[in-house]
């Protein structure tokens, strides 16, 4: 894990500076010249371009990315940042530990994927993330734009995102692949016709033939597009 996490420093560019404060805690981040620990009191750690970091579960930091976003994190965490390729200053955080973070977004996209595989993106807002049991995650969006939740990838399959709107709580499980609302509202997907509630992958064939005029896809016995087409 280390050594992939330095290997990501060597993306360069104009993006967000990092900065982290540590609160309480031990926390460790990866950079181009090996594992370094951070200790409370001293002075902002700061680096560019993408790493990873890790923190202890009594840990407490203030990650700031300079004109970009910022969060507040509590307990035991594990992930890494990179900024956005070919999206200007956009940002993307991957967990592969989380229990409770606070992101706040000025200037997106910033995109995030939790520990079950489910995904985010924000282009401006505040929100909340909190495990709430094994592979179980809430998010609440506080205010700014909806943010579009995706579900864990299936091979072959292709899923529209949920859409949650500011004051919506919802409870994502890695083996489901649609959100629980628990409270403020949640729009399910639409299709290409605008049909609400297309939660299932697409289940055709893609063109076989490139003859004019193109016909239309040829129904399949219930499996999505994917290898072996």
Do not use: N
């Not at 993306?11 to 609160?23: C, F, I, K, Q, Y």
């Not at 700061?46 to 790493?51: D, I, L, Q, S, V």
């Not at 998010?139 to 734009?145: H, I, Y």
């Amino acid at each position: 894990m280390w050594l992939v996490a330095v290997s990501l420093f060597a993306l360069a560019g104009d993006h967000p500076t990092l900065r982290v404060e540590v609160l309480e805690g031990r926390v460790r981040a990866a950079h181009e010249g090996g594992i370094e620990a951070l200790a409370v009191g001293a002075a902002d750690w700061t680096h560019g371009a993408a790493g990873y970091l890790e923190a202890a579960p009594l840990a407490r930091l203030r990650l700031r990315w300079l004109g970009s976003a910022s969060a507040e994190l509590e307990g035991a965490h594990a992930f890494s940042w990179e900024p956005a390729r070919g999206e200007g200053r956009g940002l993307t955080l991957a967990f592969s530990g989380l229990s409770a973070a606070r992101l706040e977004v000025r200037e997106g996209p910033l995109r995030f994927e939790l520990p079950s595989g489910w995904r985010g993106l924000c282009h401006r807002g505040t929100l909340r993330l909190r495990a709430a049991g094994d592979g179980v995650f809430d998010l609440e969006l506080l205010a700014g734009a909806p943010v579009l939740l995706s579900p864990p990838g299936t091979p072959g399959a292709v899923r529209p995102p949920w859409t949650v709107l500011p004051g919506a709580r919802v409870r994502l499980l890695g083996a489901e692949l649609r959100p629980r609302a628990l409270g403020g509202k949640l729009r399910a997907p639409e299709s290409a016709a605008g049909a609400p509630g297309l939660a299932a992958p697409l289940a055709e064939r893609p063109w076989s033939g490139f003859a004019w005029p193109w016909s239309a896809p040829t129904p399949s016995a219930g499996r999505p597009w994917g290898p072996g087409w």
